[in-house]
C-alpha cells in the first residue's frame, strides 16, 4: 500500500476506482435482453439458476450447463426375439458414467418403463471414456409364468413355452448392442446371466460415452467455430450472444448438407424428410441455401411426379396430408431466386399432388381436409387411444388444414405467375379458410382447436396446437380480431410454446408434454405478423436460452423442466432447430417478407435489443444487399435504398447488383400480452362399461 501511493502519488482509493474503470473497459457491463422467473438472457450470456452460457466472442461460447452426451435406447430379449414391448417402446439410459461406472435401473421384463425426466440439475456427471456399462433385468414374473402355467406371453409376440426358455439378451442402438435380435447366440456378450440366482439378470458391457462439445479450459463446454460460413449472410450486431448463435446455426446448417447436396433432417437423422425441410425452408433456409433447398426438395417427389409423404400413421398418405408443406418450401425459393424454370417444374408437382389429396382427403361437407395433425405423427402421442387408423383418416386437424390453405393460395399465385387458369385453387383455399374458422375456431378460448375427432358425431378438441395456431397467423387463415386474440391467449410455457396443450397423461414425451423450437420460432414470427411485443420477446429468449445453454439446436425438450433429457428421442443441429435460431434474425429482428415482386423489411426490435444490425452479403434475385436496422421498435419509420428515401422498406425484384438498405425503427413498443401456462394435462381418456342398464367409467 505504501509502495502504490508514494509511487503513483494517488490514495489508494483513487486506485481501486482506475482498476475498476479499467476493468469495466475490457469487460463491458451485460445489457440485459430478457428476464423471466426462470432464466435471465443479457447481450452476451444466459443464466438459468447456477448454470450459464457466456458469448466470449461472436465466435465462441462457453457453458456449465449438462452437455449433451450419448443417449442409449435398448430392450431386452427372450431367445432372441424382439419380444418385451412392441414397436416403439423402449428403455432410455442417458450416459453419464461416475468412476468409469453406470447401472440401469432393474427393469422388470415387458413392464413398461416410466419414463426418466432428469432436471438439469440432476444430470451433472460428464465424464469422458468408455464406461462399464451394467444392464439389469428382473425375470421373475416370467419364471413365476413358466411355474404356473407353463408358458410365459410376452407383450410382442407369441407365448413362450417354459422348456423352450434359452436365454435373455439385450438389444439396442448403441455399440456394442445392436436390434438385429435374431443374430445373437448364446455365449454372446449381449446375454445376459443370473450369477447369483436371484432371477436379476445382468450383463456388462463397455460403451464409449461422448458429449456434442469438448471441455475447455475451466472445464466449461466450449463451441469454437471451426467451418468456414463466409458463403452464408453475414449478421453483426450490438448483441455478441445474438451473433454468435446466429454463426453457430450456420455452422450447424453447413454440417447438414449431405454428399449430394440435399439437407439431412439432424445428426440422428441422416435421411432427406419432407415435412423437416419444408417447413425449416420457409423459416429462412430459402434465404440462406435456397440450392440445397431446392435439391431436397426435388428427393422428395416420387416417380409419378408428387410430393412423397415419408411418414404418418397407417401407411403415410392419404392418412397423413402435411406432405403439401412441401409447397410452401417451393413458393420460398422461387420468389428468393425468381428461377422460372422452377416455377415451372414446382407448379406441376404441386398440382399433380393437389389433384390426389382432392380426391382422396378433400372433405366438400365441412371445406377441410381429412388427416393426420402435421408433424405430430406418432399416433400415441397425440391423439387418445381409442383412435385407430381410419379414425385419424377422418379427423380434420389444425396444422395440416393451416398448409393446405397456403398450399392453394401459393398453387394459386404459381398459376397467376405463369399465366394460368387459377380460380379454382383460389376457390380451395377459401373454402378450407371459411372451414377452418368455422369448425376449429375456439371461440371460448380464443384458439384453434387441435383438431375435429369423433366417428359418429364430430366434435372439436379443446387443446391448444403451436404449430397451427402461428400458420394461421402467418398465412392470413385468422380475422384481424382473431389474430389479435390468438397472439394473446394461446398458450405459452416459460421455456417456450408446447406442440399442444394440455398434455397426454401416462404417455411418453416426445410430441407429448415437451416443446420444440422450430414450432417456438413459428409462434414468434406469428407474433410479429400480429403485432404482440410481449410474444416477440418470449418467443425471442425461448430460442436463445437452449441453444446457448445447451450449445446446439436440439430437436426438442421437456416443457416442465426445459431440459434435453427426459423425452424419447432428441437431435443435436435438429435442421428446422437451425432454421428456428435463423428465423429469429430473418424473420423477426430483420422482418423479412417474401412477395411475388419485392422482398419486404417489417422488423420488430425490442427496446432491449436496440442499435445498429446489419445483415450483409443477403442474395436476392440478382442484387447482393447489405441491409441495416437502427433503433428499436415496432414498426418502420423510414428507409433509404442507396442512401435515397423510399416510401417503403423494400427491394424490387428487378434490382440487380450491389446494393445497401437502411433503415430506422419507429421508437415505439407498446405493452403485449402472452399467456403463460402451467404444465398441464388432460384427464385420461375414460373406460366405459356397460352393465346392465348402466353405464360406469
Do not use: C
Not at 208 to 213: D, G, K, L, S, V
Not at 507 to 528: C, D, E, K, Q, R
Not at 630 to 641: M, Q
Amino acid at each position: 500500500m505504501t509502495d502504490m501511493t508514494r509511487d503513483q502519488g494517488l490514495p489508494l482509493v483513487l486506485h481501486l476506482l482506475l482498476a475498476l474503470t479499467a476493468s469495466a473497459t475490457l469487460l463491458p457491463a451485460q445489457a440485459s435482453l430478457y428476464t423471466s422467473g426462470a432464466f435471465v438472457i443479457t447481450d452476451s450470456s444466459v443464466r438459468q439458476g447456477k448454470f450459464e452460457a457466456i458469448a466470449q466472442s461472436r465466435d465462441t461460447i462457453v457453458s456449465n450447463y449438462p452437455r449433451s452426451g450419448r443417449e442409449v435406447h435398448y430392450k431386452f430379449s427372450i431367445n432372441s426375439e424382439d419380444n418385451e414391448f412392441r414397436p416403439g417402446i423402449e428403455h432410455t439410459l442417458f450416459l453419464r458414467p461416475r468412476g468409469g461406472r453406470i447401472d440401469t435401473p432393474v427393469h422388470v421384463f415387458g413392464v413398461r418403463p416410466p419414463p426418466p425426466v432428469p432436471t438439469p440439475e440432476e444430470s451433472g456427471s460428464s465424464e469422458e471414456g468408455v464406461a462399464r456399462v451394467t444392464f439389469r433385468v428382473d425375470m421373475r414374473p416370467v419364471l413365476r409364468a413358466f411355474r404356473r402355467e407353463g408358458s410365459y406371453d410376452p407383450p410382442n409376440g407369441p407365448p413362450i413355452r417354459q422348456q423352450d426358455f434359452r436365454a435373455v439378451y439385450v438389444i439396442g442402438d448403441t455399440e456394442p448392442l445392436t436390434w438385429d435380435a435374431r443374430s445373437l447366440r448364446a455365449g454372446s456378450p449381449l446375454q445376459l446371466a443370473d450369477a447369483d440366482g436371484d432371477s436379476i439378470y445382468t450383463a456388462t458391457l463397455p460403451i464409449e460415452a461422448t458429449y456434442t462439445r469438448p471441455l475447455g479450459t475451466g472445464g466449461r463446454a466450449l463451441w469454437n467455430r471451426r467451418l468456414d460460413i463466409s458463403r452464408f449472410p453475414q449478421l453483426t450486431s450490438p448483441q455478441r450472444l445474438v451473433d454468435a448463435l446466429y454463426r453457430m446455426s450456420l455452422e450447424e446448417l453447413q454440417q447438414l448438407v449431405r454428399d449430394d447436396a440435399a439437407l439431412s433432417a439432424g445428426a440422428k437423422w441422416p435421411g432427406v424428410w419432407t415435412r423437416d425441410v419444408a417447413l425449416s425452408s420457409v423459416l429462412g433456409l430459402a434465404f440462406a441455401v435456397p440450392d440445397a433447398v431446392r435439391t431436397s426438395l426435388l428427393a422428395k417427389v416420387d416417380s409419378a411426379g408428387r410430393i412423397i409423404q415419408d411418414t404418418g400413421t397407417g401407411g403415410s398418405w392419404p392418412v397423413s396430408t402435411d406432405r403439401m408443406g412441401w409447397a410452401l418450401a417451393a413458393w420460398e425459393v422461387y420468389a428468393v431466386t425468381g428461377d422460372r424454370s422452377w416455377l415451372r417444374t414446382s407448379h406441376d408437382i404441386i398440382r399433380r399432388s393437389a389433384e390426389a389429396d382432392l380426391h382422396a382427403a378433400f372433405d366438400r361437407t365441412t371445406g377441410l381436409f381429412r388427416g393426420e395433425s402435421s408433424f405430430l405423427d406418432w399416433r400415441e402421442q397425440s391423439y387418445p387411444r381409442w383412435m385407430d387408423p381410419k379414425d385419424i383418416y377422418q379427423s380434420q386437424s389444425l396444422g395440416t388444414n393451416a398448409i393446405h390453405y397456403a398450399t392453394y393460395r401459393i398453387l394459386a399465385d404459381m398459376a397467376r405467375e405463369l399465366g394460368e387458369p387459377f380460380a379454382r385453387w383460389e376457390s380451395v383455399a377459401d373454402s378450407v379458410r371459411r372451414g377452418m374458422n368455422k369448425h376449429l375456431w375456439h371461440a371460448r378460448e380464443g384458439w384453434y382447436g387441435q383438431y375435429r375427432y369423433g366417428r359418429t358425431f364430430a366434435s372439436l378438441s379443446p387443446r391448444a396446437e403451436g404449430l397451427g395456431e402461428a400458420l394461421s397467423i402467418i398465412y392470413g387463415v385468422t380475422t384481424a380480431a382473431q389474430r389479435s386474440r390468438l397472439s394473446a391467449r394461446a398458450p405459452l410455457t416459460v421455456f417456450g410454446v408446447p406442440t399442444f396443450w394440455p398434455y397426454i397423461p401416462d404417455t411418453p414425451l416426445y410430441h407429448n408434454g415437451s416443446i420444440w423450437p422450430f414450432v417456438s420460432a413459428y409462434w414468434m414470427w406469428a407474433a410479429a405478423e400480429a403485432g404482440n411485443t410481449a410474444a416477440v420477446e418470449h418467443g425471442l429468449a425461448s430460442i436463445y436460452r437452449p441453444a446457448a445453454l445447451f450449445l446446439t439446436n436440439k430437436e426438442n425438450m421437456v416443457a416442465a423442466t426445459g431440459h434435453f433429457e427426459g423425452t424419447v428421442l432428441n437431435s443435436d443441429r435438429q435442421l428446422w432447430s437451425v432454421a428456428g435460431n435463423l428465423a429469429t434474425v430473418y424473420r423477426v429482428l430483420f422482418g423479412m417478407r417474401l412477395h411475388r415482386d419485392r422482398l419486404a423489411f417489417r422488423p420488430m426490435v425490442p427496446p432491449s435489443y436496440r442499435g445498429d444490425r446489419t445483415l450483409s452479403a443477403l442474395r436476392y434475385r440478382g442484387a447482393t444487399l447489405a441491409v441495416t436496422v437502427r433503433g428499436f421498435g415496432d414498426a418502420v419509420r423510414s428507409a433509404r435504398l442507396d442512401g435515397r428515401a423510399v416510401d417503403r422498406a423494400e427491394i424490387p425484384a428487378a434490382l440487380a447488383g450491389n446494393h445497401t438498405l437502411e433503415i430506422e425503427m419507429n421508437g415505439r413498443w407498446s405493452p403485449g400480452t402472452v399467456n403463460v401456462v402451467q404444465n398441464r394435462y388432460a384427464p385420461e381418456t375414460p373406460v366405459t362399461r356397460i352393465d346392465g342398464n348402466t353405464i360406469t367409467w
